[in-house]
């Protein structure tokens, strides 16, 4: 099957046409290449090119194809002016099958209730064939388009990101408005753009982060576009607009490769990051082990190491999603199955997930390993617990006393509970887990979500600067 795109370059701001050029110049213009084809079953089929020879790693993705007006339109548009890989996927959505996670299989068993045997839970294992097919190369930049109604508290654009660190993600943001003020003179049709987790956004992009293509790239981008960006004189600027940012967000992910994440690790199960202390300080790590497993333990980590300016690991995968039914601990090399085993078993793979996390955690520290901070989701008591090893009982009182100083003039009044060795069992494994690596370490247990709610509405841990 052959198709041909056309480039549109439009109009361009003088500060971006440089990128444009030296993206047509590198990637190609995409005027002409053959598209591949391939149907799974009568549920759906893919369709896709390759990224041009210089954007090798970078790819579009229009998940619900024809399902949604102008979706299309927007993905070719961006592919055009960067020269990305393009894949398409049509019909799974209308029949209710994911395409951009697999499905998800945390604390129950998966069950499935469709009367016919052959109907797929998921196409994401497809999705990531013809993913590294297009892009002739580790995925490196993943943007996926949307088209939704879904309502909104307003009109605008909103964005799922990964990869990226608060810094440059602000950096992006007012890109954003830049290009958006130079292509539209009229205040009524400029949309604001919503960037998480920079901002709140109005869907729940969790399992595409932990389980699905934004934990396959280094660094990735979702949009969603209200669906009034695809009628009319506003498709036609917009797409000019999101053409030209998404071309920026690719020059920010290729120019800053390592400094959100300074060190990758990936296996067939799951991915370990470190994060490099924005202040240059050595010996203390914040790290999320079980960073998709326990909800939400990884964006906190994330959002603490801003703050905190030091260093961070986090992990995504390792769960039942990824390890057919099995979780791999990470920070112990161990494994067990879920929901109802709990022996847990040593293993070849558990041994070099926990050699990969030891390493990780002695990377993200820059020298000797003095403080170790590991966070996870307690879903069994309404209470922050701590457990802490290499710390006295007088300096636990101490530190308990600052977060309550610290509680009651900041934050919400949860409870809280500092205990010894002998009271949480996790402890008891020292001899085999992360235990041995630093001299002093605290694992914080968050009670339920990490996220503090307060008035029905996530409070972020972070304040980005504007």
Known sequence: MLQFFVCRPGKIPVQYSALILYSLLIGGCASSAIVYEQSIGDFGRFEFRSSGV?????VIGVTHGNDEPGAIEYG??????SGAGLIIAHGFGTNGIPVTQPLIHQQTPITRTVSNSARPASVYAEF???????????????VGVRVTDTVQPAARIEVASAGFSFEQLAALKRDYATIRDHNIKDSALRLELALDPLDDISWDAFGVKNHGVLMLAEKGLVLRLPKILAQGQAESIYREIMAQWVLRASVVAQQTKGQAYGETKNSACGRIDVIPSRKNTRGTVIGAPHGSFDWCTRELVEELSYRTGLAGMVT???????????????????ERRYPNDTLERSTERAKEVYQQFTESVLAASGGPLEWYID?????GEPAIEVATLGISRDHAARIKRTYTEIRDRVLLDLPHRTRGSSGNRRLGRKGSGHFTTGEKQFSFRVAGATRFLSGGRAARVHECPR
Do not use: M
Request: proline share 6%; aromatic share 12%.
């Open 316 to 334: 995504r995968g390792f769960t039942p999603t990824e390890c057919d039914g099995w979780r791999i601990n990470v920070n112990r090399p161990t």
């Open 54 to 58: 210089r954007s090798e790693g970078f």
């Open 76 to 81: 070719q548009s961006i592919s055009a002016a």
């Open 375 to 379: 966070i996870h989701q307690n879903t």
């Open 128 to 142: 990531k064939k013809f993913l590294r097919a297009a892009v002739n190369s580790p995925l490196e930049f993943y």
